[in-house]
């Protein structure tokens, strides 16, 4: 019964999502604050029938009732409870209403934000929003009903794919989503100036924190999936350019430009046109993700064919929503007025190259991707492009932008001095210099990349703090001056700082992986490999049975130049109702570093296959997404102090046009 | 969200087959470190987008050996991957070769790089850089506001 009211709940969201498009959209056409009242309240009871579908569907999962097929696909009764849940989102329909409820929810925040937002800005906004989710719950009832029953239900549920029974996947695709949908709302936003036909920086300054949010959560969905696939597919890799990976990177890559050119936005009143085509882009990529995998177009052309029915109708949506908005950007653009002028070495000329670069390696990383795809259909041959192809094109870009990134960030505004820049850093630069020479120095012989790498991540690191320091203190100040001043530079300043720290740190990690090394032997109980200074003895291996499956568990003694440093367990496991075996790694971390040890063949005569690998740093990698993410966040608490405050936020733009 | 590539690892993980075993290591370091590089570039053609190096599919096990069996009997590692290619098409190769079919794909981070750098000059420089000088009336008027504020 409650399957049906679910079901019922998300065919009312869609009739409620028709009114939030259609009513408020007249009533800006019309200035008529009634019609345009009527988004927010809309908006908010979309949101609670989203909601109760959402947790209908829970229940079914969470009691495992067997007559709904979603559940019988994706659940089993001896699951844990976590994986009952989590596996709600583990599947395509379950995902898809998780993307939608996100999107009701961005678009409820929306509703609330009353003060901050202009009315006629806000039911444009809402009326995008509610477009995009009627072509959303289309698609779920019409391809992807999450809530058929099954007659005659059967007994057990077939089991969630084993690899997903993991805490990673509880967390990874809700962080996610959250980022991909968090920039529909730069996207209606940005349709919505264009359907009013103006903008300027308070638009900017309500859009950024948006922006700003969705970015750090797409960051932390990313480096969640990455960890994932690090720990659970055994074989140590965290980044592998899969087409699945990369559809999340795009709109990263594009979230980041926008975040950039917003600033420029906000500050300078410039890059109008470009920041809205980039809010338009940014979420075309966010569906063009949806897209790519959920179609199952990139297993290869022909699966494509075997769904067409899902395929298609995200085809469609993807066409409608791309190619009306860049009609609407087209059409309306140009009435856009151009601000803010600037010399080309200055803080927007450094922005602008950053975008131009960050632009060009989305570029690459969408090509690459759907290349071969098109290449398919259009001439029938087949080619791969994989990791060597993009560390090939992708690494030429992004280090020039991360080598001129700490310039960028001290340039002043409007009209910097390139000279004066490369003073206020050639500390940091000397250091830098020096430390990467004596790394060099010291691993002679070993890999370059390395050194180089981690002086790059340095670099970006003491560069970060130098800005802080430069703008707070001066010689012969002392220190509690120096400190107040520090404490009294706005968040954002820190939270610049303390993301472009961030992207060091995952710099440093990445660098250092040109270290890793590896050791890989047939075992016997007592025999040992290395890797490094590393060392492991095979203890014992012994069978034990769970609920859904059985494995053996290797247990390994863990040595450091002989001395015994701990114990670790790496499982091979069989889940019995799909017959499917998975590794689980034994992982140690000691400080920043992993020893990570992988069982392959499990021999007849009671011998195991074993690799061993010794990855210095390597947690850097995601500790640095963390630290961007928090960045993100504190910039944010700066943004939205002063979003609480409306009427100083709106005078600003009044009192800059005289000087225009 | 590897859905999809879960699910086929979970498809091709069938036998006991794991990435790069210990019974397929050569004997002599330079040539296994050869071969590890070269099935790096190589496609496990079952998989979703992994090479053979880290794949455990029984045909990526296969392709291992196969590819240190051509090492052992002396091919050069261009020699190596020609035989593959032979063997399997291009589609064996991760970084595709360049060649008329592969151009745009190859220029095409150049490209877009070169002409948004023109695009935005471009954009830049048309900026009438006047825009946001004042004519005579508006300078005689900032110039008594600013000769008040000194004054003040």
Redo the contacts between chains.
């Keep these: 019964m409650l399957v049906e009211a679910g079901h019922f709940a998300l065919a009312l969201a869609l009739g409620l999502s028709l009114i939030q498009f259609l009513v408020p959209l007249w009533g800006a056409r019309t200035n008529d604050p009634v019609l345009m009242s009527v988004g927010p309240s809309t908006a908010l009871a979309v949101l609670a029938c989203l909601a109760f579908a959402f947790l209908a569907l829970t229940v079914a999962y969470v009691t495992s009732d067997f007559s709904v097929l979603n559940v019988v696909e994706n659940s089993h009764s001896a699951k844990p409870l976590i994986y009952k849940i989590s596996g709600v989102w ?1 599947n ?1 329909e379950g995902s898809m209403l998780l993307w939608v409820l996100i999107l009701a929810l961005f678009g409820a925040v929306v509703a609330l934000a009353k003060s901050s937002v202009p009315v006629r800005l806000q039911a444009n906004t809402l009326a995008v929003q509610a477009a995009i989710t009627i072509a959303f719950l289309l698609f779920i009832l019409m391809t992807s009903n999450p809530f058929v029953r099954v007659v005659p239900a059967p007994v057990e549920g077939q089991d969630l ?4 029974q993991d805490l990673g996947l509880a967390i ?2 809700p962080l ?1 989503y959250i980022g991909y949908v968090g920039f529909s709302i730069s996207f209606a936003f940005a349709c919505a100036a264009l359907i009013d036909g103006r903008i300027d920086a308070v638009w900017a300054r309500i859009v950024r924190p948006w922006t700003l949010g969705a970015w750090a959560f797409l960051t932390l969905g990313i480096a969640m ?1 990455s960890y ?2 690090y720990y659970e ?3 140590g ?1 965290w980044w ?6 990369n ?2 990177l795009m709109p990263w890559l594009a979230g980041t430009a926008l975040l950039h050119s917003t600033v420029v936005m906000e500050k300078r009143d410039a890059l109008k046109v470009w920041t809205i085509l980039l809010a338009i882009l940014t979420f075309s990529l966010s569906l063009l993700g949806t897209f790519l ?1 959920r179609s ?1 177009v ?2 290869s052309v022909h699966s494509f064919a075997v769904d067409p029915e899902r395929g298609s109708f995200i085809l469609g949506i993807l066409t409608i929503f791309i190619g009306g908005s860049l009609a609407l950007f087209a059409w309306r653009a140009p009435l856009l007025k ?1 601000g803010g ?1 600037f010399a ?1 070495v200055s803080r927007e000329g450094a922005l ?1 190259l950053n ?3 960050i ?3 989305c ?2 990383v969408f ?2 991707t759907l ?1 071969p795809l098109a ?1 398919e259909v259009l ?1 029938g ?9 993009f560390n ?2 992708f690494l ?2 992004v280090i020039p932008l991360l080598m001129l990134l700490p310039f960028g960030q001290t340039l002043a505004w409007k009209r910097g001095n390139f000279l004066g820049t490369a003073q206020r850093l050639y500390a940091v630069f000397g250091v830098v210099i020096v430390a990467t020479l004596v790394m060099l120095a010291f691993t002679a012989g070993g890999p370059v990349g390395a050194p180089l790498g981690i002086g790059l991540g340095a670099f970006l690191v003491l560069g970060s703090l130098n800005e802080i320091v430069t703008r707070s203190w001066s010689r012969g100040s002392p220190l509690s001056v120096t400190w107040r001043k520090a404490r009294n530079l706005p968040r954002s300043a820190w939270g610049t700082a303390l993301a472009h720290a961030g992207v060091g740190v995952t710099v440093i990690g990445i660098a250092a992986t040109a270290w890793d090394l590896e050791g ?3 075992l016997k109980i007592g025999d040992r490999i290395s890797a490094g200074p590393y060392t492991v003895r095979l203890e014992r291996v012994v069978p034990r049975q769970e609920a859904n499956f059985r494995e053996d568990v290797v247990t390994l003694r863990v040595f450091r130049n002989g001395n015994e440093i701990g114990m670790v367990d790496t499982m091979k496991r069989l889940y019995v109702t ?1 017959g ?4 689980e790694a034994g992982i140690v971390t000691i400080g920043l570093s992993q020893i990570y040890a ?5 021999r007849p005569d009671g011998s195991i ?3 061993l690998y010794y990855k210095p740093l390597v947690l850097l990698i995601w500790l640095g997404a963390v630290v961007m993410a928090a960045g993100g966040a504190l910039s944010l608490t700066d943004r939205r102090l002063r979003i609480a405050a409306p009427a100083p936020a709106r005078s600003i733009p009044v009192a800059s046009v005289p ?2 | ?10 498809l091709f ?1 069938g036998g ?8 397929e ?1 050569l004997k002599d370091p330079v040539l296994e470190k050869r071969a590890r590089a070269i099935s ?2 190589l ?1 496990c053609m079952v998989c ?4 053979i190096d ?1 794949s ?1 599919a029984q045909l990526a096990k296969d392709l291992r050996i196969l590819v240190r069996e051509r090492l052992v009997a002396g091919d050069t590692d261009q020699q190596v991957e020609g035989y593959l290619v032979q063997r399997y ?8 070769t360049f060649g008329r ?2 151009m ?3 220029l ?2 150049a490209l ?2 070169v002409l ?2 023109i695009g ?1 000059y471009a954009a ?1 420089r048309r ?1 009438p ?1 006047s ?2 000088t004042l004519d005579d009336e508006e300078q005689k008027a900032l110039e008594a506001l600013l000769k008040r504020d000194q004054g003040a």
Excluded at chain 1, 161 to 164: G, I, S
Excluded at chain 1, 240 to 245: L, S
Excluded at chain 1, 580 to 583: D, F, R
């Design positions: 583990g395509h794919n084993p690899l997903l990874h695709p996610l999936g994932w696939a597919l055994g074989w890799g592998f350019w899969d087409p699945v990976e559809a999340s995998v199952g990139l297993t151009q002028i080309p602008v975008n131009l670069f632009a060009t390696a570029a690459t090509i690459g290349y290449l001439t041959d087949k080619i791969s492009v994989g990791a060597p192809f090939f094109t030429p870009l890989m032997d047939t799909r499917m075996p998975t590794t992988s069982v392959g063949e499990v296959g074993l690799t000087a225009e | 969200m590897r859905y999809i590539l879960a699910l086929l690892a979970a993980l006991a087959a794991f990435a790069v075993q210990p019974d290591v790096a570039g496609r979703q987008n992994q090479s880290d455990d098409g291009e589609f064996v190769l991760l970084k595709p079919h592969t745009l794909l190859w095409a981070p877009v790089l948004g750098g935005a830049l900026r850089p825009a946001s």
